[in-house]
């Protein structure tokens, strides 16, 4: 089967810098995506990496480890708006490329 | 502007009841998605659509039914065979099937009591 892996909940101060780990276990994967999700509201696409490294849009950045079956998301400058759930979704060949999500991890930024 | 509509936002329903959930969307995406989101939780996939008149099982598709007879439309039916109804459910479509990114409509709170 697909799994992954985030912890449930992080809290960090407005300016500071928070890392989202994710790990999965998913056969025929290919790329790992994050979405944001305020709450009651949808889920909002924030980056994909398809490949191993760094990928950086503005304040967020993601990386993703194939050897290592591990990524995260990087938040930098948060701000109160940062306040949400954030979810890795992998995309795997097995999985009839459909994305499996993650339990999502829920962020608090504090002043 | 493009994008996705779910309706209503929020559904009350006793139980027994047949209902069944709106998605449109004006994006000309082929891949049209049914997620299932319970208070705390990841999305769990319900059903997908590739194409007109063709839609797969996802996960967790017991107790549900859907079609999909134009490209734009993918409505979700919640049958009184699914033993607990009561969720948050989103719509999402994207380009083809495997493309990373979905987009998803604002969601429909079912509540069946």
């Known amino acids: 089967g697909q799994s992954l892996e985030q912890p449930s909940e992080v809290t960090a101060v407005e300016g500071a810098i928070v890392q989202i780990n994710c790990t999965y276990q998913t056969s025929g994967f290919y790329g790992l995506s994050w979405y944001q999700q305020h709450d009651g509201g949808a889920p909002t696409f924030l980056s994909y990496n398809g490949l191993d490294g760094l990928e950086e849009t503005g304040r967020f950045s993601s990386f993703l480890s194939r050897s290592d079956s591990y990524g995260y998301l990087l938040l930098q400058e948060l701000q109160m708006k940062d306040s949400a759930s954030y979810f890795c979704?992998?995309?795997?060949?097995?999985?009839?490329?459909?994305?499996?999500f993650g339990g999502g991890t829920r962020l608090m930024v504090k002043p | 502007d493009g994008g996705i509509t779910q309706s209503p936002k929020y559904l009350f329903r006793k139980e027994g009841q047949n209902v069944t959930l709106s998605c449109e969307q004006n994006?000309?995406?082929?891949?049209m998605y049914w997620y299932r989101q319970d208070p705390g939780q990841g999305l769990r996939l319900i059903y997908y659509s590739q194409i007109v008149n063709d839609f797969q099982k996802g996960d967790i598709a017991e107790g549900y039914s859907v079609s999909r007879e134009k490209k734009e439309s993918f409505p979700l039916t919640v049958t009184s065979a699914q033993k607990n109804p009561t969720a948050f459910y989103l719509c999402?479509?994207?380009?083809?099937?495997?493309?990373?990114?979905?987009?998803f409509g604002p969601g429909t709170r079912l509540t069946v009591t």
């Open positions: 994006l000309n995406h082929d891949a």
């Open positions: 979704a992998a995309a795997s060949n097995n999985a009839g490329n459909m994305l499996t």
């Open positions: 999402a479509s994207s380009i083809w099937r495997e493309a990373p990114e979905q987009y």
